[in-house]
């Protein structure tokens, strides 16, 4: 077994004890989501709406399952009331059809909505050659916690997986 698969072996671990950790602390989840545009149906106008595809923990760049499946964090809104078109910028309208579709669905009032989240395979050679937040150097699995920045500011995944843990089970004050 190479170092590579080493390392990825390790972060599946990691990301299952965390998993586990976060469950049995009973740590605030939030809905994962699809967002379904627009469409038609048989002459019929159907309006976007969120499809329900689970509960995930949002720790940065990552979005981890009860089940150790991990997305890159996409897209968030909230199942809030949207409000009426007012004819502004194409990007605040894109986010009240979001906040629209997320309050039709079957979300409670307020509650966080994260959708557009893409699964990130633990596997060696989707992490070398992948454009996610997870990537994989000299046998070491790296987290890109900002993509502006590139693979030179990658951090090591566990130390990072272990602040975002701390920091959503024990939030600093008035946060």
């Known amino acids: ?14 990301v299952q004890r965390t998993a586990a950790e976060l469950g049995a602390a009973g740590a605030r989840d939030e809905a994962l989501a699809e967002f ?6 048989l002459l ?43 004819h502004m910028a194409v990007s605040v309208e894109d986010r009240r059809e979001h906040r629209a579709a997320a309050f039709r669905g079957p979300f409670a009032r307020g509650e966080t ?3 557009d989240a893409v ?12 454009a996610g937040p997870l990537l994989l150097r000299d046998g070491r699995v790296l ?8 693979d030179d500011a990658a951090a090591p995944f566990a130390p990072y997986l272990a602040e975002r843990v701390e920091l959503l089970l024990h939030p600093p004050e008035g946060a």
Not at 1 to 14: E, K, P, Q, T, W
Not at 36 to 41: D, I, N, Q, S, T
Not at 143 to 150: C, D, I, N, T
């Open 1 to 14: 077994m190479s170092a590579d698969d080493d390392a990825v072996a390790a972060a599946r671990d990691l």
């Open 36 to 41: 379904v545009p627009a469409h038609r149906v």
């Open 44 to 86: 019929i106008d159907r309006p976007a709406r969120m499809r329900p595809l689970g509960r995930v923990w949002r720790l940065g760049v990552v979005l981890l399952a009860a089940d150790g499946s991990l997305r890159a964090t996409g897209g968030i809104t909230r199942a809030v009331e949207p409000g009426h078109p007012g």
């Open 113 to 115: 909505v994260n959708y």
């Open 119 to 130: 699964p990130i395979p633990l596997e060696a050679e989707a992490l070398r050659t992948g």
């Open 143 to 150: 987290v890109r916690w900002s993509a502006s920045l590139g």
